[in-house]
């Protein structure tokens, strides 16, 4: 186990360096000239321009610069954007709202996705499959850019249940339309592949045995199947909650929810190239840390795993 | 040698008591299913009684499992259904009772243990909370006391360190040792008969053998009945007191086991003792029984095994035969089974 950790722990870091160096490398050959995004339509005079590049270090040799970079963020220094607000606090600012919709979405997908799949799985073939089925398959089928705006238009603007959009500092009821947009593949995900988990494990020999031993249905399918079905189930939510901490770019963007996903197409259309960096190198973090912990859960729920 | 009953319509006399423990009456079960109904059950009758050993022999689908799993009431209804026959424990019919009273009745009065043990033993539980799951669950006892007596059952079925391993799970141990496991959960709660389907065929066979020796001495031990499925006449010889050969889900033979060792009064049950190897014999080339079983939704007219039979007349082919009392609680299913007893049968 502890080996396993250690393994684990070293493959993290070298994909954290490889996706940084990657990831910097893509912005450094296709950024464009972020002296003149930075002074928007106006032009900018050559002395300006010179003084700019000397400040940002950008007339440095590419290695110099992700050397400088990957140095700063080790001691926790994620640099400036562009127009000189500190990364940190940006993050700061977006991703308690990110995590709060990350969440929201997760509780979602659990009560609906992972509820309306064991059903659906212990009565394969009833119309409550088949009508879960088909509603999966559209929500499935609709991409959140068409999905977002019409559950804003109809929630919002035709019945008027939820504000349209979340502002500033948005509540956690501001976020609830949002959270459950964003949730709505997941669940269909969820559902899905609760069906499939709990109608396999119906069918295992396990179950006979537990029938054999006279025990009543529901303690046959609660504690027999269901911590049987959980694991690829657990899988599954842990790896959904690590992408949805990423945020979403879409939802955000529809909801005006200021989130990292919010930040990060901004930081694109600003072609603010520290910004980019900075939130995908703790977006990468992030990623890493979530599948570990997905990783070692899977241990814990069946004893058949041991990491050596 | 106990008292053999076969004919399932006179009424039986056992030790006075005038009722088997476990009795099976003209039992029959069909499968649904969309190509068609099989009828894999068709009028079975056996019984057992306290102590006693009867084995059920048959090929894959000749319905010796699937009368063990309506015994138990655990088939899948749908596509399974009973339409006809009786199921009596102690005299009262499993197959009138409602669902709440028949589920106490399995694992507690009746038990069941299964070919895999692996598949058979929930993979993410530790082997000690399955054998006690019934006594915290069903018998009450809280889970020091269920954990503790998870540990006497383990003795019994002679797993060595059971209080060590208590707590490992069933893919820590050898095959051997996860039947055992299987035998004392299913013992967990005193059952009067137990109902073992092929629980050495996915063994070796040293340890087959050390299976079956702790199957007899624990029927002997706690005074079970024991119905011992299993395609292998070998295994039987030493453990069965009866054997009862099934074939496209009929009876076909049912007598003593020495008798049917000595002298079969079914081709099909000759056919079977034919085809184990045997050491005097080497060199020849093994018997076998020519064909396969035959398909339960098209079955064959008349004796379901003529198109095996080396003995097969024109009767055969037109008429189903009778099961054929020929004393001493012995019957066969054959048109010519007192020829075949006689040995003239050619």
């Known amino acids: ?308 | 040698m106990t008292d053999i009953h076969v004919s399932s319509s006179s009424s039986p006399v056992v030790g006075g008591g005038g009722r088997h423990l476990l009795e099976v009456k003209d039992l029959y079960v069909e499968f649904h299913t969309r190509d068609g109904v099989a009828r894999v059950i068709n009028g079975v009758s056996y019984h057992l009684d306290p102590g006693e050993t009867l084995a059920v022999l048959g090929e894959s689908g000749s319905g010796k499992s699937v009368t063990a799993q309506a015994i138990m009431g655990i088939l899948d209804m749908p596509p399974a259904k009973i339409p006809g026959g009786q199921i009596l424990y102690k005299g009262e019919n499993l197959l009138a009772m409602p669902e709440e009273k028949r589920r106490q009745v399995r694992g507690k009065e009746i038990s069941m243990i299964f070919q895999d043990a692996l598949s058979a033993l929930n993979p993410v539980f530790p082997v000690g909370w399955q054998i006690s799951e019934t006594l915290r669950t069903r018998a009450g006892m809280s889970k020091k006391e269920a954990l503790n007596r998870a540990v006497e059952l383990m003795d019994l079925v002679k797993i060595p360190a059971a209080r060590a391993r208590v707590k490992d799970y069933p893919h820590q141990f050898s095959g051997g040792m996860r039947q055992r496991v299987m035998i004392a959960m299913a013992l967990a709660m005193d059952p009067k008969v137990l109902i073992a389907d092929e629980p050495t065929t996915a063994l070796d066979v040293t340890v087959q053998a050390q299976i079956m020796d702790l199957l007899g001495d624990l029927r002997r031990d706690l005074n079970m009945g024991l119905i011992l499925i299993t395609h292998d006449l070998g295994v039987v010889a030493d453990v069965a007191d009866r054997i009862a050969v099934m074939y496209a889900g009929r009876i076909v033979e049912h007598a003593d086991v020495r008798n049917v060792y000595k002298h079969p009064a079914h081709p099909y049950t000759e056919g079977l003792l034919d085809s184990i190897p045997r050491l005097d014999s080497k060199g020849t080339e093994l018997a076998t029984i020519k064909g396969l079983p035959p398909n339960l939704m098209r079955p064959p007219t008349g004796c379901a095994f003529h198109p095996r039979c080396k003995y097969a007349k024109s009767v055969c082919t037109t008429e189903t035969p009778l099961s054929l009392d020929l004393g001493h609680g012995r019957t066969s299913a054959c048109h010519f089974a007192k020829e075949m007893l006689d040995g003239t049968l050619r």
């Open chain 1, 1 to 308: 186990m502890f080996r396993y950790l250690v393994r684990r722990f070293l493959q993290m870091i070298m994909v954290f360096f490889a996706t940084t160096f990657i990831v910097y490398a893509l912005m450094y050959w296709t950024g464009g000239d972020p002296i003149q995004a930075l002074a928007g339509e106006k032009p900018v005079n050559d002395v300006l321009r010179a003084q700019l590049t000397k400040e940002f270090g950008l007339d440095q040799p590419f290695l110099v610069r992700y050397w400088n970079y990957i140095t700063n963020l080790l001691h926790g220094d994620l640099g400036n954007t562009l127009v000189g607000r500190p990364i940190k606090d940006v993050l700061a600012d977006a991703w308690p709202i990110t995590i709060q919709l990350a969440v929201i979405a997760i509780v979602f997908t659990i009560l609906f996705g992972v509820t309306a799949g064991v059903i659906a799985g212990i009565r394969r073939g009833s119309i409550f499959d088949n009508t879960t089925l088909v509603l999966t398959l559209i929500v499935i089928g609709i991409p959140s850019v068409v999905l977002a705006p019409l559950a804003q238009y109809l929630f919002t603007i035709q019945w008027k249940i939820f504000p349209t959009t979340a502002g500033g500092n948005p509540t956690l009821w501001d976020l609830l339309l949002p959270g459950i947009v964003l949730g709505s593949l997941s669940v269909a995900t969820a559902m899905r592949l609760t069906r499939a988990s709990v109608s396999e494990n119906l069918r295992a020999d396990f179950v006979r045995t537990a029938r054999s031993k006279g025990m009543p249905g529901r303690r046959v399918i609660g504690i027999h199947v269901l911590r049987n079905s959980l694991i690829p189930i657990v899988t599954f939510l842990g790896v959904e909650l690590g992408s949805l901490m990423a945020g979403a770019i879409v939802t955000e963007g529809v909801f005006n929810i200021p989130g990292v996903g919010y930040q990060l197409s901004k930081a694109l259309r600003t072609e603010d190239t520290p910004l980019i960096i900075g939130i995908v190198s703790v977006l990468v973090i992030i990623f890493l840390v979530a599948n570990l912990i997905v990783d070692l859960l899977y241990a814990v729920l069946d004893p058949r795993i041991r990491y050596e």
